[in-house]
């Protein structure tokens, strides 16, 4: 590579960075869940209530967990409805949402859902069922608190999805560091050839 090509690539790493870093960044509206109680035994119909990590309340929804089924009921506002989603997919107010989602009595398996509140929030849940007579218990969960705002369902834990902004500016932190050792290789490269 001849030496104004190195340059430029230097100079285009560190323009890069610097715009990159210089990007806004999101007002943290991805905010972790809890849910009151947890688990829910078997027996009879439960409000759950949810909470976000900053404290706020979020929704309460009723939780059955009897020889019925295991169903989430989004009879009691905020709650205006839920979606089977899987980790990883997107989350938008403009999604499928049903009031009810039902689950067999004896279904142990873990699932992830979606919700909707009253307010044009969304977040999602992810709920291992317990099996026959088991609890439900909630693993974990998150939402937007911004109105209209979407989120990335997320796994086990809450899972923080990097903003746009941000994986722009580890890109062009990458980038400048390469640019930076392209120019130090040429500099040595340039020492021994004078020094010959």
Known sequence: MDTKALDSA?????ALAGVALAAPQASGAIVGLNFTPNPVTYGPTQTVSITDTLAAPVAQFQQFNN???KTLSADLPPISGFAYITVGQPITTGAT?????????TVGDTGTFAFLTATNNVGWIRVNFGGAGGPVTYL??????????????????????PETSTTIALAGLA????????????????KSVSAS
């Open 97 to 105: 949402f049903f009031s009810l989602i039902s689950i067999g009595a």
């Open 67 to 69: 020889s019925d089924g």
């Open 140 to 161: 974990a969960g998150a939402w937007n608190n911004t109105p209209g705002g979407a989120i990335i369902s997320g796994g086990g834990a809450v899972g923080a999805v």
């Open 10 to 14: 230097a100079k285009f790493s560190a």
């Open 175 to 190: 980038t400048l560091a390469a640019g930076v050792g392209i120019r130090k290789a040429r500099r040595r490269k340039m």
